[in-house]
């Protein structure tokens, strides 16, 4: 019987435990914080030792193996120490994959995760296929291994994740994109963050898919030296000569799929006419999961009238309501540039734009002329809005700040006119007047509801 001690207990850390306790290993549990109830009560039930609030290392150095948080970087002390020990460290996606035999249909990239994970879900669910979903969502993927009652799992994975993953080996990958993000834990390095994400399709062999974004020159520039002999799905918002696409956009709102590209096989044509997911980044997304979807054998048909019932998750291009016929739309998870320029993208209408907060060294320069076309106003809402002024002040007919949700929401109704789009989407973190996006967001909702009501 071997030692695993589980470092973070949250949701992926208490997962892990549970299921390295039901498939009879030694398990201790430890956290340098404080542990939620909710956590406490699952890992007392089931037997398990734990501690809050403290690393005891002489416990932690007697490990057999050691599953990480993917929360924790590398340069904390605890990982040094046990790195010194060589004692190895994986990640609770690694020790999920070692107890399932379920087709994993794993995704990553820095922006469209969460809603490519949800909507192939969606799709597969609505099919009536025995699926689950985990990872970064909010699920840990080894609390569900444990009963297994699943014949795929549709996984988002950051980077973090697959930092610590060696033998895992998904069935489908998919990589979206590859933007500066998260560099502090890779060196300042866009190429050792590009290989991060790239270690998603390492283990994959001809039996795998690898279903990814041609149009991102990150990937192209690092994409050669993870080549592995998978069946690649390369998509496209267009037709590219110098591609052999598995699915690429026929027209605004219709998707050329071909499952065998490059042999010339019979291409379909999947209408996303009623999809409610709106810019480019969406359609990106949309081209993934109906990807990943028809490889899992579902028909045009299935495809078609799921994508009609999908509802996004909270704070991604959320429809919140209208106010005086100004539509309100929270995307308070664009918490970076590239998330922000997408929704300003997608956008047709003329924009009251709400953005701001916590700069995370962003350079604003690829937003310039986005909101010089489409915004009449923008509200700063941040304790420091200095570089978004200098950005945007010569560029926007209007510009004020605020500090508070509520004056900025009252600002941009009485700002807005019929027709007009007030978008919530900061491009930056929200740490300095809010708890974290989901707080940003759901302040966002509930003073668009109090105008509602009124």
Same mark, same amino acid.
């Given at each position: ?303 078609? &009238?799921?994508?009609?019932? *999908? $509802? =996004?998750? %909270?704070? !991604?291009? /959320?429809?919140?309501? +209208? ?105 930056? &973190?929200?740490?300095?007047? *809010? $708890? =974290?996006? %989901?707080? !940003?967001? /759901?302040?966002?909702? +509930? ?8």
């Amino acid at each position: 019987m071997s030692k695993i001690v589980i470092l973070g207990a949250a949701e992926s850390g208490v997962g892990a435990a549970l299921l390295a306790h039901a498939k009879g290993h030694s398990v201790f549990v430890s956290d340098r914080g404080p542990i939620q109830q909710l956590y406490k009560d699952k890992l007392t039930e089931a037997g398990i030792r734990f501690e809050e609030n403290q690393h005891s290392l002489d416990e932690l150095l007697l490990a057999d193996e050691v599953v990480k948080s993917p929360g924790i970087p590398e340069k904390v002390a605890v990982i040094k120490a046990l790195r010194e020990r060589n004692i190895p460290i994986i990640s609770e996606i690694e020790l999920a994959g070692r107890y399932t035999n379920a087709k994993c249909i794993c995704i990553t990239g820095t922006n469209g995760k969460t809603t490519t994970t949800l909507l192939t879900y969606h799709l597969l669910k609505e099919a009536g296929l025995k699926v689950g979903l985990a990872g970064n969502v909010g699920f840990s993927l080894a609390e569900q291994v444990i009963e297994d009652k699943h014949d795929y799992y549709v996984v988002e994975l950051s980077s973090f994740q697959l930092d610590d993953t060696y033998e895992f080996r998904p069935w489908i990958s998919v990589l979206l994109n590859i933007t500066p993000d998260h560099l502090d834990r890779y060196g300042y390095s866009m190429e050792q963050y590009a290989l991060a994400k790239l270690r998603i399709m390492r283990n994959q062999d001809s039996s795998d898919y690898f279903i990814y974004n041609a149009d991102d020159e990150v990937i192209q520039r690092y994409f050669q030296a993870a080549l592995r002999p998978v069946r690649q799905m390369p998509f496209s918002l267009h037709g590219r000569p110098d591609y052999q696409l598995a699915a690429c956009y026929d027209s605004e709102d219709e998707i050329c799929v071909d499952m065998q590209p490059g042999y010339y096989s019979e291409r379909e044509k999947i209408s996303t006419a009623d999809s409610p997911l709106i810019g480019q980044h969406n359609r990106q997304n949309t081209m993934a999961a109906v990807l990943a979807a028809r490889i899992a054998g579902l028909t045009k048909e299935q495809i078609e &009238a799921a994508l009609a019932t *999908f $509802r =996004n998750a %909270e704070h !991604r291009l /959320q429809p919140v309501g +209208e106010v005086k016929g100004a539509r309100f739309i929270n995307d308070s998870k664009a918490t970076n540039v590239e998330a922000a320029w997408f929704a300003l993208d997608g956008i047709r209408q003329p924009i009251v734009w709400i953005a701001g907060g916590t700069d995370k060294g962003n350079d604003y320069s690829t937003l310039v002329p986005l909101v010089q076309a489409r915004v009449k106003a923008l509200i700063c809402l941040g304790v420091d809005n200095e570089k978004l002024k200098t950005a945007f002040g010569s560029v926007v007919p209007h510009l004020e700040e605020t500090r508070s949700m509520e004056a900025a929401v009252r600002r941009a109704a009485e700002l807005a006119t019929e027709g007009d789009v007030v978008l919530l989407s900061p491009a930056c &973190a929200s740490f300095d007047l *809010f $708890r =974290n996006y %989901e707080d !940003r967001g /759901q302040q966002f909702i +509930e003073q668009v509801e109090k105008l509602m009501e009124a």
